[in-house]
């Protein structure tokens, strides 16, 4: 049985370095295969997620835009709906393809099975923007926070200061953010992700303020089960949380852009720009390229 090429890519987005950010693979793909198969396709590439994408009609004439759909998966094998680093690094090959990188192409429309579009846009000096949606970060009642607080001392393997907890709203109702005390030093924190299973959200967030004056806050992302080793190196999405949690607290206005840091093992750096009238959070950062191939499937 003859066997398919694809075009496959490993990268690190958020990052310039090939060792740091959060590594995505990008397959060239049909995005209406089995769900079943691209997710075998993810186990095997063991990547934290891997985009799949594929061009589809723009219905403009627009020189300087072009269409792909695509698709995420973690290396679980589950799909994904939203991922902000497999976004900017499919973005990242696709604007360095030779029939793109020598056209006008500056912006391109990733659309999901879901009715979302995200757009990544060229900006300069490498740098690549998102927009992904925004929320309006949820109250967490005392009892709730209480319960909580269980979760994230044994994470932590210890007691551990909390400032505040906000659940990821309507648009990410499956993530919670907990603030804890600058003095914790998050960077430095020890976290078992697996202590965090049961808490009933998949995707667990840890922020605090910076002790640095080159970023606003710092952050790391856990969600055992759903990435390598439980703890996600850099997270796009969970920015559609802390920016308007941030923007809020520190009383930034809407449009001005600020530095934040994931803080993970490998680290990262995104700047953010909370959009109010559009609801969205734009995201920018860099990506590196550091393998490419084919795969025989």
Known sequence: MAS???QFFLV?????????????????????????????????LNQPMISVVSPVPLP?????ATAYSVRFFATSGKEVQICGHGTLAAAKVI?????????????????????????????ENGFVELKIPST?????????????????DKAFGRDVKITDMKTGGSVYSSYIMTEIDENENLAGSSIDPNTLIGNGYTVNIFTSASSSSDEEFVSRMISPGMVPGGEDHVCGSAHGTLT???HSKRGIKPGVEVKARPVSPRGGELRVTLDDVAGSVILKGQATVFATGQLHL
């Open 4 to 6: 398919t090429a694809a």
């Open 12 to 44: 690190t987005a958020f990052s310039s370095s090939a060792f740091g950010g959060n590594p995505a693979g990008i397959v060239f793909l049909d995005t209406t295969l089995p769900p079943d198969y691209l997710g075998k396709i993810a186990q095997t």
């Open 60 to 64: 403009s004439d627009n020189l300087k």
């Open 95 to 123: 604007f360095e393809l030779p029939e793109v990188a020598s056209s006008e192409v500056d912006t391109i429309h990733f659309k999901n099975l879901y009715g979302n579009t995200l757009t990544a846009v060229k900006r």
């Open 136 to 152: 309006v970060p949820g109250d967490v009642s005392d009892e709730e926070k209480a319960r909580l607080k269980v979760y994230v």
């Open 244 to 246: 308007p949690y941030w």
